[in-house]
């Protein structure tokens, strides 16, 4: 009897294991063993954690590209791929760069988090390895003057400017309340956002600060439904933050407009709060999901899962890179670099041509979450709403 | 006034699930004087095998509250069962040596069940279908969300039920014995093993409810939702005394009030901070808890 509940016992213990009924099984993709010979890729990302799920599309976006243009390398191959966990954590970004570098990467393509790329940068750089973010957007990350850093996505000073333009000149706002939560990127975009308010007669109602990993928005949502602002802009790490704060602005009865930005732009938004999604405005890289090179990302991505909102950056940061490698013949960093500026081509994402500190420019229009799913809605370079 | 009364309602949900969390650890510390770090655990996978059960059930069509309770009576059935499991097979083997080997395999059964939620049900978010309970009434300007309300009542049942199964039947004077004195219940006729399975069945029961209602206020669960409430928890049950039932009560809506308040008057930002700085008070001068008793810790 005593053997029999025993056992019982560690049978349930295994079936607490096993509850995975309807578990989302994503690919995930042994890291290869390492060759001798060939070029190493690293990818850095939050892997675990609650920004997780970027940290993912950026390893599945390199691992895109690698399966795209391991053909094309020749004698340079085969490509292979690194993944580390950086948790969105500086000191584990720090130690994972560490990681990499022992490993003999190249190049790396990451981070998310820009709190985690620019502690990150430090060791790589040191090592002359490349550092590619397909998603950090603070403005820092490429003002330190590395000479390996290199940017995909755009600029929070522009994506700031195409906020708060979109605020006076499509929705005509007098007021505005902005909420964000604390990270070097949520809180410099917001930053940005509050001072461009002053210059274009924008009234800053209130600026609230939250938690990272707070789910629980209840305190801010009051101040904001009291105070009546004609925009509330909300600045979080990610979507699975956003989530929860837009079930409660339902909730609670808030009617004003909702102006996000790059890092709620995620399918994942949509999945968590449903309805409660529909009609918030957000900030994002302008992408032409038309285009051949699109097609071809989103062809060599489709076993990997729906692509997520730095899926195709991190793509074409990667392809960026293995372009110049073929073009310099070598991994050696100086002649890779040179080809890197050379560079000119129509990317998944984007036109790709870096610039001389790193940038490769920003192309922010609002998007519009509409029947879940996000539209283009608002251009801010002319003023001229999308057409259906 | 107006976020007065709002704070006030979302400080009452919040600090009632708390309390239910709370309760868990500190009947288990009542009964065998070990903090069980797993506790927070049992509550992530009851959000979870909460939204694998109403995911389920809404996909069959069966209306909302008929899935909110069959999936809240099968999901507390699994924690109970989960939590007995763990007891025998980490707990009990180990329950004549030192505290701090109890202690630390708390700590790694902690780890083994969180990493077992991430490698099983996925390192995203997972969204719990629909609201469930939608729409709500204004009272002098703050909002009730009808979701609020059924998990306050929820909340309250199963506090009321718990009350009455400790003080008012023969299944909780043994249990308050066994608290007490081990060997002296043993030696009245008590099977303190059973009595110490049952306390650990009923607060993982609790914490399974708690964990199915948050899921359902915010939308969605992760793998590692058990650690931070699991924490705010525990130093509930301390303010309130640990150890005591009562006290583990007012010590979650205590937690829960400070936090909204906090975050409603002086800023978000600092709401944690101050729910710590006033337990840090409490205990200067009141260093067995608000509710806690004196203890002669020679005893155990």
């Not at chain 1, 090592?127 to 957007?137: C, E, L, N, V, Y």
């Not at chain 1, 007098?174 to 002053?198: F, H, M, P, R, W």
């Not at chain 2, 608000?290 to 005893?299: K, L, P, Q, S, W």
Request: net charge neutral; glycine share 10%; charged share 20%.
């Amino acid at each position: 009897m005593k053997r029999a509940l025993y056992f019982l016992s560690l049978l349930l213990l295994v079936s607490f294991v096993a509850i995975g009924c309807g578990g989302e099984k994503k690919d995930e993709k042994k890291a290869e063993a390492p060759k001798a010979a060939g070029i190493k890729i690293g990818s850095l990302g939050p892997l675990t954690g609650q920004y997780a799920a970027d940290g993912n599309d950026i390893k599945n976006g390199v691992l895109a590209a690698i399966e795209v243009m391991n053909p094309e390398m020749g004698a340079l191959g085969p490509v292979t791929l690194q993944a580390e966990d950086d948790a969105c954590d500086p000191r584990q970004a720090v130690a994972a760069a560490n990681k990499l570098i022992n490993e003999k990467v190249t190049a790396v393509i990451g981070a998310y988090c820009s709190s985690a790329t620019i502690p990150a940068a430090e060791p790589l750089m040191a090592a002359k390895i490349f550092m590619i973010t397909p998603a950090s957007t603070n403005e820092k990350v490429t003002e330190s003057g590395h000479k390996f850093m290199y940017r995909t996505c755009g600029r929070d000073d522009d994506q700031s400017k195409a906020a708060v333009k979109f605020m006076t000149d499509q929705l005509k706002a007098k007021a505005v309340y902005i909420v964000d939560d604390k990270t070097t990127y949520s809180q410099g975009l917001a930053d940005n956002v509050e001072k461009l308010c002053a210059g274009a007669n924008l009234k800053v109602l209130g600026h609230e600060h939250v938690n990272q990993g707070d789910k629980d928005f209840s305190a801010v949502l009051t101040k904001v439904k009291a105070a009546k602002p004609d925009v509330f802009y909300v600045s979080l790490q990610n979507s699975a933050a956003a989530a929860p704060m837009l079930i409660q602005i339902a909730r609670m009865g808030i009617k004003t407009k909702i102006l996000a930005q790059d890092a709620v732009y995620h399918p994942q938004l949509m999945e968590l709060a449903k309805k409660d999604a529909e009609g918030v405005y957000l900030t994002f890289g302008y992408t032409d999901k038309e285009t051949p090179s699109y097609k071809k990302f989103a062809d060599a991505y489709k076993k990997l899962g729906e692509p997520g909102a730095y899926s195709a950056y991190a793509y074409d940061s990667a392809v960026a890179y293995l372009k110049a490698v073929k073009a310099a013949g070598g991994t050696d960093p100086e002649k890779v670099k040179a080809e890197l500026m050379k560079l000119d081509f129509a990317g998944a994402s984007k036109q790709i041509k870096y610039k001389e500190n790193g940038d490769s420019g920003s192309n922010y229009v609002i998007q519009v979450v509409k029947d879940g799913k996000f539209e283009n809605f608002w251009n801010p370079e002319n003023g001229q709403l999308y057409k259906k | 006034m107006e976020v007065f009364l709002q704070q006030l309602v979302n400080g009452i949900t919040l600090g009632g699930v708390y309390a239910l969390v709370a309760l868990g650890y500190t009947m288990v510390y009542g009964i065998i004087q070990l903090i069980n770090f797993a506790h927070g655990e049992i509550f992530a996978a009851g959000g979870y095998m909460g939204v694998i059960l109403i995911s389920w059930m809404v996909a069959q069509g069966y209306p909302p509250f008929v899935c909110l309770g069959v999936a809240l009576v099968l999901a507390m059935g699994y924690c109970a069962l989960l939590a007995m499991a763990v007891e025998k097979l980490v707990y009990k083997p180990l329950r004549s040596s030192s505290r701090l080997s109890v202690l630390l395999s708390a700590l790694g059964m902690s780890i083994f069940l969180q990493n077992g939620l991430m490698l099983t049900q996925g390192v995203y978010d997972r969204a719990y279908p629909g609201e469930m309970v939608q729409g709500g009434f204004e009272i002098g300007g703050a909002m009730v969300s009808y979701m609020q309300i059924v998990i306050v009542g929820i909340t309250v049942a199963l506090l009321v039920g718990l009350n009455t199964l400790v003080f008012k039947t023969r299944i909780g004077k043994a249990m308050r014995a066994t608290a007490q004195d081990k060997t002296m219940s043993a030696l009245v006729g008590i099977n303190a093993s059973r009595i110490i399975s049952l306390t650990f069945a009923i607060g993982a029961a609790l914490a399974c409810a708690a964990g199915i209602m948050v899921g359902m206020y915010y939308g969605s669960v992760r793998y590692d939702m058990g650690f931070v409430l699991g924490v705010k928890a525990f130093s509930a049950a301390v303010l309130g005394g640990i150890g005591n039932i009562t006290g583990a009560m007012l010590g979650g809506l205590l937690i829960g009030m400070i936090e909204v308040f906090a975050a409603g008057y002086i800023s978000s930002e600092y709401k944690d901070v101050f729910a710590f700085i006033i337990l840090i008070g409490v205990l200067y001068f009141m260093p067995t808890g608000i509710m806690g008793e004196n203890v002669d810790d020679t005893r155990v």
